[in-house]
């Protein structure tokens, strides 16, 4: 059931000008039951990009994110995530992308996102906050229709969401 949820997921976030539009695309490989967003991969346009996040080397606790190729290694980070094994030629900052698909927990109409508690998309995304400066790159929270919240608590430190994809819905958030 979630391989078939998840591809329906890729198949409606596949057919969004966000996506059409964009050449350096993040995904995330998934753990613990996340909607998986790899087949966007394997359906991408003529010129795009895909990356993936890796810890920060700096141990700042942020991510950065390296180029995803048909011969990317992998190894597991200190969480036990698989990321690609960095090569620092192919790893670039979180300002350089036009679109990350974000995983998430649960979620809700207003762009709040609730992730697995590490706060690394919020501290990565952070200069986001400066919207008129940054509006790259999007952020497209990808989840189950199921882990929509009614509301949820925004800290001052979260970063919200610009569109959610689901197996039933696409919505941009306004801000």
């Known amino acids: 059931m979630q391989r078939q949820l ?10 969004q000008q966000i996506f059409r539009n964009a050449r350096h695309i993040a995904l995330y490989i998934p753990v ?3 909607a998986d967003p790899r087949l ?7 010129g795009q990009r895909f ?11 942020s991510l950065w994110f390296v180029r995803w190729e048909q011969n990317t290694r992998f190894r597991l980070n200190r969480f036990r995530i698989p990321e690609p094994v960095s090569r620092y030629r192919h790893s670039h900052p979180a300002r350089w992308l036009d679109l990350v698909v974000t995983p998430l927990v649960a979620f809700d109409q207003n762009g ?10 919020d501290r990565t995304f ?13 952020l497209a929270g990808y989840a189950y229709a199921f882990q929509q919240a009614d509301a949820l608590v925004r800290q001052p430190w979260d970063i919200p969401l610009d569109s959610i994809c ?3 819905y696409f919505f941009d958030i306004k801000h």
């Open 6 to 15: 998840s591809r329906r997921i890729a198949r409606r976030l596949h057919c």
């Open 32 to 34: 613990r039951g996340e």
């Open 40 to 46: 966007l991969r394997d359906w991408g346009l003529p």
């Open 51 to 61: 990356y993936l996040p890796v810890l920060s080397p700096f141990r700042d606790d």
């Open 112 to 121: 709040t996102r609730l992730g697995m508690g590490g706060g690394f998309y």
């Open 126 to 138: 952070a200069f986001k906050r400066h919207r008129q400066c940054h509006s790259r790159p999007r």
């Open 166 to 168: 689901s197996e039933s």
